[in-house]
């Protein structure tokens, strides 16, 4: 499923002259709006990488889980650490697990 942008919360990464969810995705799918607001043009074309989700500074980015596995308003939210990342996946019924994984670097 395509990303889901909070327009609450993304900033426009704060004017820079490529937003880092645009600059990261593979399809050059993500760009902003007239009101600087971030988006990804065409659905279809989303591979579901989840590298928009990851880098956006705000968290603003959220990645709907196909309806075949998790049910409309499942969720899985990575939270990007200096050498980890943790995921929190939010099943239909609010029910919260996390995992935590170390990042692999070029040394792994
Ligand atoms: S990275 Fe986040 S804050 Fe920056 S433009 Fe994209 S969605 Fe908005
Ligand atoms: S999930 Fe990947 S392919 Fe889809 S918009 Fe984000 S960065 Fe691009």
């Not at 900033?11 to 490529?18: A, F, I, R, S």
Request: charged share 25%; proline share 7%.
């Amino acid at each position: 499923m395509p990303p889901k942008v909070d327009w609450e919360k993304c900033d426009g990464c704060k004017g820079k002259d490529e937003p880092l969810c645009e600059q990261i995705c593979p399809g050059n799918l993500m760009t902003l709006n007239e009101n600087n607001k971030a988006f990804c043009r065409p659905y279809r074309h989303c591979w579901d990488c989840m590298s928009c989700t990851k880098v956006c500074p705000v968290g603003a980015i959220e990645t709907r889980i196909p309806f075949q596995i998790g049910y409309h308003g499942a969720k899985l939210i990575p939270m990007m650490g200096t050498d980890t990342i943790t995921w929190t996946c939010q099943d239909i019924h609010g029910n919260v697990t996390r995992f935590r994984y170390k990042n692999r670097t070029d040394e792994d």
